[in-house]
């Protein structure tokens, strides 16, 4: 996988610096870092889903930390979209989320990728994965679906010092256990888990974290001088505080002082300590969603005896083929074939008062499998996020000799459901879970009980890269990614996910 320009979306918590860490463990660097706030010095929390923001107040000193410009956005938004796959909403708090990465992209142009610390919360994931899909980015998740006991003691064992500024869960007392250091901590975390099955990482929202060290920190360490609890309830069972910084300094590391001026591949130091805010509103212009792309309107004419039709029903469901049987016609290559083929596709869903929304799963057959990249970015004219608010199907792409059978350059085969039940799995950010989608399509759709998941190739998740070992080691992988996809599934396919803001 190419190595990647990252600029990380920081909370000041544990994950989205550990996730840091991730990224540069594969090999990426890590060129800045944005933090949204709100628009209040002195709210220390809002009420959202999306966004943690207790200890603010110390994450401007991140860029001296570090060495890396730090970009930073006042909430302006609130939470109006609540479905879980997010679309554009005009003042909703992910849209600040989009303003904010959209200007370090004009400041970076260099930088193709996004780092976030998403564990469990697909909410919270597939709105980054909106923003960065919007944004021609990638987006990179290397503590997704990773084992929270784990992952804890792995941060811990990488150096990451992080005290707790929010509790909010039985067995954890605002008066005795803010401001501790998760190290100290950790064996009482396990304890609560085993009685009352928290989540050690605190994914529930059970407690928040702001990291004062880590090995990312290379030029200083954050040092609290004081602060204050402030107790939100005082519920004799489960009751909630945060920590309100009141003083801090910064305590230079004798390594690497703050006036030096030593790079290292794993951070870019030109813009030692600088602070963006980021203003502004959204003017980004896009079609209205359904709003279909011209080209695909645009049509060469193609006599009826060329195109092929075929349709079998069964139950609530029933597939359609389409092919073109003689290519000796006007020369469109794959990619007019295939433009030919989903149009026909789509009409006949129409016909029946359907869409690309109602359609399981998608057997895309080529000639040529040189010409993948060619075909998907017909593939992705027709089926889009937009189109297919539940959940863009899952799909295999084979390569068959189609025109030695008189077949064309491309065969389709849907499967089309009656009704809108399905769920879908659709995993765009690299993770160390499984492959990302490398197409416009979800690894797994759910509907009546029936998994119909995506083909896996041998990939090493996290590097997208095909496994060394042949054939063997990569069919071997193959089944192990196709294992992750189905051990997931049925937390993930769940509709009603909110997780830890």
């Not at 496994?467 to 990569?474: F, K, P």
């Amino acid at each position: 996988m190419q190595k990647m320009k990252v600029v990380a979306l920081v909370s000041g918590g544990k994950d989205s610096c550990y996730a840091m860490m991730k990224c540069i463990q594969y090999g990426h660097q890590i060129v800045a870092v944005a933090n949204l706030l709100p628009a209040d010095d002195s709210v220390d929390e809002l009420d959202s889903y999306m966004y943690q923001t207790v200890g603010h107040q110390i994450i401007v000193s991140y860029a001296e930390c570090m060495g890396v410009p730090l970009f930073r956005r006042r909430i302006q938004g609130s939470t109006r979209h609540h479905k879980l796959s997010y679309q554009r909403t005009p003042g909703d708090e992910v849209e600040d989320m989009f303003i904010l990465l959209n200007e370090v992209k004009k400041q970076i142009p260099s930088i193709t990728a996004v780092s976030s610390g998403a564990i469990a919360s697909d909410y919270q994931r597939l709105r980054v994965e909106s923003v960065c899909s919007r944004l021609g980015l990638v987006s990179l998740a290397y503590l997704w679906k990773q084992d929270q006991s784990l992952l804890l003691q792995e941060m811990i064992t990488n150096e990451i010092m992080a005290i707790t500024v929010k509790v909010a869960a039985m067995g954890l007392d605002p008066a005795k256990h803010l401001g501790k250091e998760i190290a100290f901590l950790e064996p009482y975390l396990h304890k609560l888990k085993d009685l009352y099955g928290i989540n050690v990482c605190g994914e529930g929202g059970e407690y928040e974290t702001l990291t004062l060290d880590c090995p990312l920190f290379q030029n200083a360490r954050i040092m609290l001088d004081d602060f204050q609890v402030v107790l939100h309830s005082s519920d004799s069972i489960a009751p909630v505080g945060v920590l309100h910084p009141l003083k801090f300094h910064l305590e230079s590391k004798q390594s690497n002082s703050l006036s030096g001026n030593n790079k290292t591949n794993d951070l870019c130091r030109e813009n030692i300590s600088s602070v963006f805010e980021v203003q502004g509103v959204n003017l980004e212009e896009c079609k209205a969603p359904g709003e279909p792309d011209p080209e695909v309107n645009d049509l060469i004419e193609v006599s009826s005896h060329r195109l092929h039709l075929s349709k079998t029903e069964k139950d609530n469901t029933f597939s359609i083929c389409c092919w073109l049987q003689d290519t000796s016609g006007p020369p469109t290559g794959l990619q007019g074939d295939l433009k030919l083929i989903l149009r026909q596709i789509e009409l006949q869903l129409e016909g029946c008062g359907l869409g690309w929304e109602h359609v399981l799963y998608i057997h895309l057959y080529i000639s040529d499998m040189d010409q993948f990249t060619q075909a998907n970015e017909t593939y992705v004219r027709f089926i889009t996020q937009d189109k297919c608010p539940f959940g863009v199907p899952s799909r295999s792409t084979i390569e068959l000799p189609l025109i030695q059978a008189g077949l064309g350059r491309a065969y389709v085969e849907v499967l089309v459901a009656n009704d809108q039940s399905k769920r879908v799995l659709h995993v765009q950010s690299i993770s160390c879970w499984a492959p990302s989608c490398i197409g416009p399509y979800s690894q797994a759709t759910l509907h009546k009980e029936i998994l119909h998941m995506a083909g896996q190739l041998g990939l090493d998740p996290p590097t997208m890269t095909l496994c060394d070992g042949g054939s063997t080691a990569e069919l071997e992988s193959a089944l192990q990614n196709s294992e992750s996809t189905c051990r997931n599934k049925a937390d993930s396919l769940c509709p009603r996910d909110y997780g830890n803001a």
